[in-house]
Each structure stands twice: as C-alpha cells, then as structure tokens.
C-alpha cells in the first residue's frame, strides 16, 4: 500500500519543515506542484507554530515522567508513480491521515500534497502538534502510531481501487507491489508464492513460523504481539521485517491467483 511513515519533530525543526513543505524552489521540489498549505485548528502556520511549542513547554513542565522531544508528528503518506491522485481520493487520505493524528480529537496542524508532475506520485504531508493546550500528550499510548497509519491507509486504499476496478481505472499500486517488481528484477524469489505453493500454506499466525522454517528461512525476530516478523532466506545475509498480519494477506491472495491460474488451464485442456 502507500508507504506512510510517522516522523517525530523537536521545537526548533518546525518552523524548517513547514517552510519546506510550502518551499516551491527547494531543489527536492523541481518536479512537484505544492498545494497551498492547509491549517487546522489555528488560524495559519505561525499561529501552529506557537501552538505547538507553547504545549510542548507547558509538557515539559509537569514533575513526572520523562521529558518531552517532540513538539509534534510529521505524517507522510507517499503514493507510488503512477497514481495520479483524483481529488476525492487524495480528501480520503487526508481524513484518514487527520482522523490518525488527532486519535479521536480535532487536529491540530499543517497540511499539503506535493504533487509530481511527471510521474503521477505524490506525498501527502500533515505536521501535527504532538500535545494539548494543556500539555496532555494526543497520542494514544495503547497503540503504535506507525502501524496505525499504515493500517489505516491500507484500508483507504483499498476502498479506493474497488471504486477504481468498477470505473475501469488503472488500481492504485502497492508499496508490496512495487517492491515485489524490483525483487524479481534482482532476481529474488517471490516468498509469498513460495508459501502458497506449500502442501500445506500458512493461514494463521501459528502456522507462519513453521512454514518459514520449512523454506529454510532463517527467522531473527518473532513478535507477534507487534505483528511483527523478520527473516531472510538461505544464502542471503541481511534479514527483511513484514507485518505477519500482511504476510498472511498476501499469501492468501497469492493462492487464490494459484487457484485461479489452475482452473484457467484446466478449462484449456477440456
């Protein structure tokens, strides 16, 4: 899916990414159109920036606890060339990604998409206070921000390409896809087809594991509890990390396509 990252920002960085997001000359920007920058919950981009210091010194003075870095989040959602974002989509990333950042409340922050004009990608950025009024930190403790956003996303995106399929318009490429394109062209095997093609394919968490270990994948981490797994492959020295809950995606998927190739050859030899 889109890949969306969550980047923490200390007091004294905020005014330099706010003049980069709106910074049509930076040389990062040659290619990009900016959209004008978005505010909420204060009235423009300085009044954000006092806002978010003035919480973020208001945190540091409480007894207790450790003291505060980061005076907000910069949320990043980067779209692969070729999306060619409609305007009713990119407002769906946007209220997600908003809906993200606020954890329940109204957001406040600074918000735009940079839009490239050659090649149809496009970030869309949201620089959020990380505390309230009152110092009281807005994220949800209970939760990885990270793998929220990235859930949450995954989820827009895939609303957006069954609208896309019904229009006939070209799917919104994966993240897993574009990585999966340049795997095959260093001529790396396909893993989540490797597991379909088992006797026996994993679909649960448990039988992950022992599946990975049948391939004779070494695996350096396993945490389930933060859906996390990292592995490599025989031969190879550096270990990759997925989401154990998108492996079992995938893999799901991939033996449906199994399934369907094999009933498409059947049909043919009758």
């Given at each position: 899916?889109?890949?969306?990252n969550?980047?923490?920002?200390?007091p004294?960085?905020?005014?330099?990414?706010?003049?980069?997001?709106?910074?049509?000359?930076?040389?990062?920007?040659?290619?990009?159109?900016?959209t004008?920058?978005?505010?909420?919950g204060?009235?423009?981009?300085?009044?954000?920036?006092?806002?978010?210091?003035t919480a973020?010194?208001?945190?540091?003075?409480?007894?207790?606890?450790r003291?505060p870095?980061?005076a907000?989040?910069w949320?990043?959602?980067?779209m692969?060339d070729g999306?060619w974002?409609k305007?009713d989509?990119?407002?769906?990333?946007?209220?997600?990604?908003?809906?993200?950042?606020?954890?329940?409340?109204?957001?406040?922050?600074?918000?735009?998409?940079?839009?490239n004009?050659?090649?149809?990608?496009?970030?869309?950025?949201?620089?959020a206070?990380?505390?309230?009024?009152?110092?009281?930190l807005?994220?949800d403790?209970?939760?990885d921000?990270?793998?929220?956003?990235?859930r949450?996303?995954?989820?827009?995106?895939?609303?957006l390409?069954?609208?896309r399929?019904?229009k006939?318009?070209?799917?919104?490429?994966?993240?897993?896809?574009?990585?999966?394109?340049k795997?095959?062209?260093?001529?790396?095997?396909?893993?989540?087809e490797?597991l379909?093609r088992?006797?026996?394919?994993?679909?649960?968490?448990?039988e992950l594991?022992?599946?990975?270990?049948?391939l004779?994948?070494?695996?350096t981490?396993?945490?389930?509890?933060?859906?996390?797994i990292s592995?490599?492959?025989?031969?190879?020295?550096?270990?990759?990390r997925?989401?154990?809950?998108?492996?079992?995606e995938?893999?799901?998927?991939?033996?449906?396509?199994?399934?369907?190739?094999g009933?498409?050859?059947?049909?043919?030899?009758?």
């Amino acid at each position: 899916m889109p890949w969306s990252n969550a980047i923490g920002a200390a007091p004294d960085a905020l005014s330099g990414i706010i003049e980069y997001l709106d910074d049509g000359k930076h040389p990062h920007h040659k290619e990009y159109l900016l959209t004008p920058l978005e505010v909420f919950g204060v009235k423009s981009p300085r009044d954000f920036l006092t806002y978010a210091v003035t919480a973020f010194a208001k945190n540091s003075q409480k007894k207790s606890g450790r003291p505060p870095v980061n005076a907000a989040t910069w949320f990043v959602i980067r779209m692969p060339d070729g999306t060619w974002l409609k305007e009713d989509e990119r407002s769906a990333y946007q209220v997600a990604a908003r809906e993200e950042a606020g954890c329940g409340e109204t957001v406040v922050g600074v918000m735009n998409s940079h839009r490239n004009r050659l090649t149809g990608a496009e970030d869309i950025n949201l620089l959020a206070a990380a505390f309230t009024p009152r110092g009281e930190l807005v994220r949800d403790r209970n939760r990885d921000p990270i793998r929220s956003l990235r859930r949450r996303m995954d989820e827009v995106t895939l609303q957006l390409n069954t609208l896309r399929k019904s229009k006939g318009i070209a799917l919104i490429q994966t993240m897993q896809e574009v990585k999966k394109a340049k795997a095959l062209e260093r001529g790396e095997p396909d893993i989540f087809e490797m597991l379909a093609r088992l006797p026996k394919p994993p679909k649960k968490i448990t039988e992950l594991k022992a599946a990975l270990i049948l391939l004779e994948c070494e695996i350096t981490r396993w945490n389930p509890d933060r859906d996390s797994i990292s592995f490599k492959l025989s031969r190879k020295k550096k270990a990759k990390r997925f989401r154990i809950s998108q492996m079992l995606e995938e893999v799901g998927k991939m033996l449906k396509k199994l399934i369907s190739i094999g009933r498409e050859n059947d049909e043919q030899e009758m």
